[in-house]
C-alpha cells in the first residue's frame, strides 16, 4: 500500500515536472522594456490613411513603448526574443481607426493584407529589435512582423507564414 503510494506522488510530480517544461516551451513574455531607446532618427516606414501620412524612424518607433515577445518562427535560426512595439499601438498612434486592415509592405516589394482580427486576436510586434540590438537589412530587419505564433494553434497554419514580413517599409489602412 504504501508502495503504490510512494509511486503516485511519484507519477505525479514526473506529470507536473513535464507540463511546467511544456508551458516554459511555448510561453510568450509580453513585458515593458528597460534598455536605452534608439536614437537613429532616419526615416524608415510611413503610414498611409485617409487623412495622410505619418514618417516614423526607429527612434520615433521605439517611444511608442516597447514590448518583448519570445517565439518560435517558420523557421529555426529565427527563433528567439524580439522587441519592438505592438503593431496595434503604432495604429493608433498614426491615427488609424475603423479600418478592416493594413496592406504592409518591404523594401524588396513583397506586400500583404493583414486583417484587423490578427493584431485585435494576438498581440502582434513590429520588431526593432532582436536579443535588444536592432536587426540588419541581412537579418530581416530593420523593422519585422512577429506573430506570437506559440500562442495559438491557429498561427501554426501557412497562411500566417506569409505575413511575417520583413524589412517592412510601407503601412497602408484599408478601409
Ligand atoms: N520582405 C519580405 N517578407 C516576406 C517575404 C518576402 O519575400 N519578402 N516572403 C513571404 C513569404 S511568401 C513567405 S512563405 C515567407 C518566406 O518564407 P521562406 O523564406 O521560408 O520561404 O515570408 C514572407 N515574408
Ligand atoms: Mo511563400
Given at each position: 500500500m504504501r508502495?503504490?503510494?510512494?509511486?503516485?506522488?511519484?507519477?505525479?510530480?514526473?506529470?507536473?515536472?513535464?507540463?511546467?517544461?511544456?508551458?516554459?516551451e511555448s510561453s510568450?513574455?509580453?513585458t515593458s522594456w528597460s534598455t536605452p531607446l534608439s536614437e537613429d532618427t532616419t526615416e524608415q516606414l510611413t503610414v498611409t490613411g485617409h487623412k495622410g501620412e505619418k514618417h516614423y524612424s526607429l527612434a520615433s518607433l521605439e517611444a511608442l513603448g516597447m514590448h518583448t515577445?519570445?517565439?518560435?518562427?517558420?523557421?529555426?535560426?529565427?527563433?528567439?526574443?524580439?522587441?519592438?512595439?505592438?503593431?496595434?499601438?503604432?495604429?493608433k498612434d498614426a491615427g488609424l481607426k475603423d479600418i478592416s486592415g493594413i496592406q504592409l509592405s518591404a523594401i524588396d516589394g513583397f506586400s500583404q493584407i493583414i486583417p484587423k482580427e490578427d493584431w485585435q486576436n494576438w498581440p502582434l510586434l513590429l520588431a526593432t529589435r532582436r536579443d535588444n540590438a536592432p536587426i540588419?537589412?541581412?537579418?530581416?530587419?530593420?523593422?519585422?512582423?512577429?506573430?506570437?505564433?506559440?500562442?495559438?494553434?491557429q498561427l501554426e497554419d501557412g497562411i500566417y507564414r506569409l505575413r511575417w514580413i520583413w524589412m517592412i517599409n510601407k503601412i497602408e489602412a484599408i478601409y
Amino acid at each position: 500500500m504504501r508502495c503504490v503510494n510512494l509511486l503516485t506522488k511519484l507519477g505525479f510530480l514526473i506529470f507536473c515536472t513535464l507540463s511546467t517544461a511544456l508551458l516554459a516551451e511555448s510561453s510568450i513574455q509580453l513585458t515593458s522594456w528597460s534598455t536605452p531607446l534608439s536614437e537613429d532618427t532616419t526615416e524608415q516606414l510611413t503610414v498611409t490613411g485617409h487623412k495622410g501620412e505619418k514618417h516614423y524612424s526607429l527612434a520615433s518607433l521605439e517611444a511608442l513603448g516597447m514590448h518583448t515577445l519570445s517565439t518560435h518562427t517558420f523557421w529555426p535560426e529565427d527563433d528567439g526574443s524580439y522587441q519592438g512595439v505592438l503593431l496595434s499601438d503604432l495604429l493608433k498612434d498614426a491615427g488609424l481607426k475603423d479600418i478592416s486592415g493594413i496592406q504592409l509592405s518591404a523594401i524588396d516589394g513583397f506586400s500583404q493584407i493583414i486583417p484587423k482580427e490578427d493584431w485585435q486576436n494576438w498581440p502582434l510586434l513590429l520588431a526593432t529589435r532582436r536579443d535588444n540590438a536592432p536587426i540588419s537589412l541581412r537579418k530581416k530587419g530593420p523593422i519585422r512582423l512577429i506573430y506570437p505564433r506559440d500562442m495559438d494553434k491557429q498561427l501554426e497554419d501557412g497562411i500566417y507564414r506569409l505575413r511575417w514580413i520583413w524589412m517592412i517599409n510601407k503601412i497602408e489602412a484599408i478601409y
